[in-house]
């Protein structure tokens, strides 16, 4: 036997700032859209303001040129605190969320700098050793000071990861990727 339930129209329509914020997935559900998208706000101009201490402004020029040297790609921001290096196309085994993300990169955070060098994958666990004075979160590396950590162990993690991301999502297409540099390790 079929009943029928009236249901108020408001639940039928999708609000429109939803529609607004979020993006719609597969089988027409809205889900949140990534906040942190790659744009193109000056790197060095963002390191100049928003690193706050001589040292993170010295050991952020660092990096970036560390990174672009390593990776071919050049430094391009990632949402207003993130300064990224060469992106993949992932989909969420665990939901239907998919976006672009930095290969590598890193932020200089107020706390510490911010290392997006690392997948997380517990096969890459043992190149941790030796890396030197950090934290860890799930996949992010946090330091105090560039000085504090071997680069040659951190280019390592930067192979393993970049690898790992390549071989699980594809390579990246991006046309602006200098090879003439590219780092072995």
């Known amino acids: 036997m079929f009943i029928e339930v009236p249901v108020p129209l408001s639940l039928l329509r999708i609000d429109k700032e939803i529609k607004k914020n979020h993006q719609r997935g597969k089988g027409g559900i809205y889900m949140a859209e990534l906040k942190t998208k790659q744009h193109d706000a000056d790197v060095f101009e963002f ?13 952020s020029l660092e990096l970036v040129k560390l990174m672009q040297e390593f990776t071919g790609y050049p430094p391009k ?15 969420s085994d665990r939901s239907r969320q998919e976006g672009d993300w930095p290969l590598v ?7 510490a700098i911010s290392l997006y060098v690392y997948s997380g994958n517990s096969v890459h666990a043992d190149l941790l050793d ?26 390592r993690l930067m192979r393993a990861t970049i690898d790992f991301l390549e071989d699980t999502y594809g390579r990246t297409s991006q046309g602006d990727r200098d090879l003439s540099g590219l780092s072995e390790i």
């Not at 390191?47 to 050991?59: M, W």
């Not at 996949?139 to 000071?145: H, L, P, Q, R, V």
């Open 47 to 59: 390191i100049k303001t928003y690193a706050n201490s001589e040292q993170k402004r010295e050991d």
């Open 77 to 91: 921001m990632w949402g207003p605190s993130m300064i990224g290096f060469g992106s993949y196309h992932y989909k």
């Open 105 to 111: 990169g890193f932020s200089p955070r107020k706390a």
């Open 130 to 155: 030796g890396l030197g004075k950090y934290k860890i979160g799930k996949a992010c590396i946090y330091i105090k000071k560039l000085s504090d950590i071997d680069l040659v162990v951190l280019k």
